[in-house]
T-cell receptor, first 114, second 117 residues
Framework: DAGVTQSPTHLIKTRGQQVTLRCSPI?????VSWYQQVLGQGPQFIFQ???????GRGNFPDRFSARQFPNYSSELNVNALLLGDSALYLC?????????????FGSGTRLTVV | AQKITQTQPGMFVQEKEAVTLDCTYD???????LFWYKQPSSGEMIFLIY??????QNATEGRYSLNFQKARKSANLVISASQLGDSAMYFC??????????????FGKGTHLIIQP
């Protein structure tokens, strides 16, 4: 079975640009969460989507947005990129949106902003 | 205040020895879950073990066990008979029930474990 897949694996963008990251969950998983991991830190929660609706949002500015599609895949968009947005962006999928502990992470997208 | 505290930035351990990675947490939510993840240099977060706040027994998964001391708000990971492949970053994380129904994880800063031959 395919795990959580993220694309692209690496990305270099210029300050002020916009970026879209993609995530495909494990088949049957309806919940997708996004995390930002800055070098040397643990991941920080950005968004959770369940059944195509936003269920939660971490402490991130409005430049960060996301959506979930009918096939449960998800996109994370970041506008007006800053140097500080350089990080590993991780996607995690789970079977249900609340109460289940089966989070499976992808390998991430490494974003570099120059 | 930090919700998840991992006080060991790095650890060196001899192969085949047991390892204990420390984690303390802070929450007022009576229902929560505690996780340990392993992150090799490739970046993927690999789930190791889970402990629910109402679980009576400590969780075990193969060579991994979780020493859960609820009154002390401690959830240490124990790896028995360490192997060279255990070298990686290890993160403790917590899930709390939020009012909006989201269950995002809060992670600690991690412990870099290096197993020496």
């Amino acid at each position: 079975d395919a795990g959580v897949t993220q694309s692209p694996t690496h990305l270099i963008k210029t300050r002020g640009q916009q970026v879209t990251l993609r995530c495909s969950p494990i088949s049957g998983h309806k919940s997708v969460s996004w995390y930002q991991q800055v070098l040397g830190q643990g991941p920080q929660f950005i968004f959770q989507y369940y059944e195509k609706e936003e269920r939660g949002r971490g402490n991130f500015p409005d430049r960060f947005s996301a959506r979930q599609f009918p096939n449960y895949s998800s996109e994370l968009n970041v506008n007006a990129l800053l140097l500080g947005d350089s990080a590993l962006y991780l996607c995690a999928s789970s079977l249900v949106g609340q109460g289940d502990y089966g989070y499976t992470f992808g390998s991430g997208t490494r974003l570099t902003v120059v | 205040a930090q919700k998840i505290t991992q006080t060991q930035p790095g650890m060196f351990v001899q192969e085949k020895e047991a390892v204990t990675l420390d984690c303390t947490y802070d929450t007022s939510d009576p229902s929560y879950g505690l996780f340990w993840y392993k992150q090799p240099s490739s970046g993927e977060m690999i789930f190791l073990i889970y402990q629910g706040s109402y679980d009576q027994q400590n969780a075990t998964e193969g060579r991994y066990s979780l020493n859960f001391q609820k009154a002390r708000k401690s959830a240490n990971l124990v790896i028995s008979a360490s192997q060279l492949g255990d070298s990686a970053m290890y993160f403790c994380a917590m899930r709390e029930r939020t009012g909006g129904g989201a269950d995002g994880l809060t992670f600690g800063k991690g412990t870099h474990l290096i197993i020496q031959p």
